[in-house]
Every structure is written in C-alpha cells, then in structure tokens.
DNA sequence: AGTCGCCACGAAG
DNA sequence: CTTCGTGGCGACT
C-alpha cells in the first residue's frame, strides 16, 4: 500500500473541497501544478482513503459527473452522481446544473 | 537504467 | 465526433 507524493498532493488538495461544492479534474491540477489533469484522475482511481477523501467531489471540466471507482459509466457511476445530490448537487442533462457550486482552489 | 501502454482529462480540429 | 498533448505510474526488458 505505497501512496506517492504525487497522489498525497491529489488527496490533500481534493480533501479541501467542501461539501456542497465539487471540483474539476483540471482544477485539482492546476492547484497541485500537474499539467495533467489525467494524471489526477488515476491517482483519484487509485484512492486508497475512500471515502475520507471526497473523490466524488471532483468532477470533469465539461460539467460531466467524469468517473467514479474504475467505471465511466452505468450503475457505479450513478451512485457517484447520487452521493452528490444527496449533497444539494444536481444534475440535468447529464451535467451539473449549478455551475456556481464549482469550488475553485485559491491560487498557490 | 530505459521503454511501453494505459488512464475517472482537456483542448483543438 | 476524432485526434492529439499530457504527466504519472505499473509492468516489462
């Protein structure tokens, strides 16, 4: 069970976002200074500290829920998607329909 | 040591 | 829609 420091950075800054609100993948890396907002969503696919880091917090630039344990898509995908409105998060359409709930990091 | 191929993405065409 | 850039990482050699 090793965590790189790469993805403690991921933990630690996802783990910020408060509830309620939800980050982008491109968000998360532009906080962390990764160039790649990809490499953020595999260090997310790999959380070890589920749920105690709100990786369904974290969603995709486009307003689209992304991805959550592995899948892209279907049943495993919709719980994500209903952790968030449980939250006060809705979706319509497919995409976040309260842009203003997107949580930004202050800049480093 | 290097290389290769995979990704829960994003921007551009 | 498709393709390309991208950074990090595991599995190889």
Redo the contacts with the bound molecule.
Sequence with gaps: M?V????QRVYDAVSLIPVGRVA???GVADRIR????????????L?PF?PSVP??R?I???LTP?????E?AGPVLRRKVRLLEHEGIRFTGGRLAEPERLFTFERV
């Design positions: 090793s790189t420091l790469f993805q982008t993948y491109k990764c160039g790649s907002p990809r490499a953020v969503g595999q260090a997310l696919r959380n589920a990786c369904h974290v995709a630039s486009d992304g991805g959550f344990q592995g892209r």
